[in-house]
Structures are given as structure tokens and as C-alpha cells.
């Protein structure tokens, strides 16, 4: 079954430091990857999204992510974080089986380090 | 108001007890899906309309679970019966077209059930 795996259930880093958040996801086509930031008390917010072309995507908030197919990894980074990116980051993939369900990996908890 | 508003953000429900969770879309789209996240989990697909038309219920867990969209905007997943494991946060998303499309979510219900 498809699926999509996010190893870190936590993150900590310092302010000011890079970040790396890793996504894994099995599937046999060219997926359509999203990243979502849930902040506490808030809704799920699209942070970018692959669906073709340049694999290095770009999104709000200074968050980019790498599509690799080779590694079957879609990783989201920031090169220095704030202490307002402290959330729950999750990585969906649309369904292969429908083209409008997103299957989501379980997120990954950052916490910043003042 | 310009985003996906749920109601109430919060319920408490006797177990056994009938509950019924709104969802106002964003004016205009056309898809309209409901999602169920449990505690330190991601979203779990459980519906999907496209205008008033429910395309997709395969994730719904059990027939207590129940939605409807009648005149293709408004949303409303009731749950009867309620269950200690229906406790979790129902997602409500919206989104303009009709696959692979940007999702926008609501705050969410949390719903416990005691």
C-alpha cells in the first residue's frame, strides 16, 4: 500500500540553525508531494508542493524542499529557523488510487532552542 | 470570512451521545474533503464531495459515521453512537479544482468522547 514515512518524531534545533526534515514515500509514478506546517491552535497550511519540473521547490516562509527519485525523498529545509517555526510538520502525497486523497506521514514535532 | 471555518472547535460528547460537526468551505470550490487525525498521528482520509455529489466515503470507519453536502457548499459529518475511539481532531479541507489542487484546511473539531 502507499505510504509515506517521516523517521523524526521530534527535532530540536537552536535558533538560527539549519534545518532538515526528512520524508520518505512509496510510489510507482511521478507523485504529487506536499508540505504542511500545523501550528498549535492552527489549521494544516500548504507550505510548498512538487508536482513536475524542477525538483528543488520553493515555498513560503523560506522553507524549500528537493524532490529525489532516486531515494524516493521529498525532504523539507530552511537554512536558518526562527523560533515561530516551532510546529508539527507533515508530508502528504497524493493517492495513486484516487487523484484527490492525500495520504500523510504521521509528522514530525520541531522544537526550537532559544 | 476567506478561509475554511469548522464548528464547534471543540466537543465533549457522552459516550453514545449523536454528534454532528459543520463545515463551511471556501466560497466557490468545488471539492471538499474530511479528514480524522488522532492524538501524535497524521490525517486519515475518511470523505470526499465534489460539489453535492459524495464521490468517495471508503474512509469513513464504520456506518455511525455519516456526511453530507446538499446544496454543494456547507458539510456536515455526524457521528452516532459515538465510541472512546472516536475521540481525535476532524479535518475539514477545501479545495478550488478537482485533483491534485491545493487543499485548505480548517481549524478542525476536537472531539472527545468521554
Known amino acids: 500500500a502507499q505510504s509515506v514515512t517521516q523517521p523524526d518524531i521530534h527535532i530540536t534545533v537552536s535558533e538560527g540553525a539549519s534545518l532538515e526534515l526528512r520524508c520518505n514515500y512509496s510510489y510507482g509514478a511521478t507523485p504529487y508531494l506536499f508540505w504542511y506546517v500545523q501550528s498549535p491552535g492552527q489549521g494544516l497550511q500548504l507550505l510548498l508542493k512538487y508536482f513536475s519540473g524542477d525538483t528543488l521547490v520553493q515555498g513560503i516562509k523560506g522553507f524549500e524542499a528537493e524532490f529525489k527519485r532516486s531515494q524516493s525523498s521529498f525532504n523539507l529545509r530552511k537554512p536558518s529557523v526562527h523560533w515561530s517555526d516551532a510546529a508539527e510538520y507533515f508530508c502528504?502525497?497524493?493517492?495513486?488510487?484516487?487523484?484527490?486523497?492525500?495520504?500523510w506521514g504521521a509528522g514530525t514535532k520541531l522544537i526550537i532552542k532559544p | 470570512g476567506a478561509g475554511v471555518s469548522q464548528s464547534p472547535r471543540y466537543k465533549v460528547a457522552k459516550r453514545g451521545q449523536d454528534v454532528a460537526l459543520r463545515c463551511d468551505p471556501i466560497s466557490g470550490h468545488v471539492s471538499l474533503f474530511w479528514y480524522q487525525q488522532a492524538l501524535g498521528q497524521g490525517p486519515e482520509f475518511l470523505t470526499y464531495?465534489?460539489?453535492?455529489?459524495?464521490?468517495?466515503k471508503s474512509g469513513l470507519p464504520s456506518d455511525r459515521f455519516f456526511a453530507e453536502r446538499p446544496e454543494g457548499s456547507v458539510s456536515t459529518l455526524k457521528i452516532q453512537r459515538t465510541q472512546q475511539e472516536d475521540s481525535a481532531v476532524y479535518l475539514c479541507a477545501s479545495s478550488l479544482g478537482t485533483s491534485g489542487t491545493e487543499a485548505f484546511f480548517g481549524q478542525g473539531t476536537r472531539l472527545t468522547v468521554v
Open positions: 502528504a502525497v497524493v493517492s495513486m488510487d484516487s487523484n484527490y486523497q492525500l495520504i
Open positions: 464531495f465534489q460539489n453535492e455529489a459524495q464521490l468517495d
